[in-house]
């Protein structure tokens, strides 16, 4: 696959919207919120333009039981794909527009990292001008190898973690 960064897209939002509107329509009841996360819920971030979305479901089996409509409107069930609780849809194959990261409350830890993380880049320009120039460096010293790139990110986004967990919590209290 293809390592492209690009510039921020206003229309990432609509796209989440868009996405989140067919989600909402499988899971009805059993679906607590919707979540977009990820760069491309970043104003101002570069990102590979794949909108990340978090559902939390009432009880992640739903996630199992509804698979198959969720590969009707074009997403790929991976499972846990190596994250207990956790359940992974991603749509397009190699020209990727999607990733589904469900979750149920007993995974509040994974959620709430990706809500820090979220959160923490919006509110902290300089951190997201930080991590953004990053992965545009990483993409094009490995436009072709995303798990270079996945590699080269990997120190900063543990940092970014713990920093925003920390900060989240803090606001908190």
Wanted: hydrophobic share 35%; aromatic share 10%.
């Amino acid at each position: 696959m293809k390592v492209t960064v690009q510039a921020y897209n206003s229309n990432w939002a609509n796209l989440f919207k868009k996405e989140a509107e067919k989600i909402k329509v499988i899971f009805g009841d059993q679906l607590i919120d919707i979540y977009h996360i990820g760069s491309t819920s970043v104003p101002g971030l570069h990102a590979k333009p794949i909108i990340d979305m978090l559902p939390v479901l009432k009880d992640i089996k739903v996630a199992d039981q509804l698979a198959h409509q969720m590969e009707r409107i074009g997403y790929e069930a991976l499972g846990e794909y190596g994250l207990p609780g956790r359940r992974y849809f991603r749509k397009g194959a190699d020209k990727r527009t999607h990733h589904v990261h469900m979750y149920d409350p007993l995974s509040s830890d994974e959620i709430e990292r990706h809500l820090a993380v979220r959160d923490y880049l919006r509110q902290h320009p300089e951190a997201a001008a930080e991590y953004g120039a990053l992965k545009v460096k990483l993409a094009e010293a490995y436009p072709n190898h995303i798990e270079s790139y996945i590699d080269g990110k990997n120190d900063f986004v543990q940092q970014l973690e713990k920093e925003s967990v920390q900060w989240k919590r803090q606001q908190e209290k």
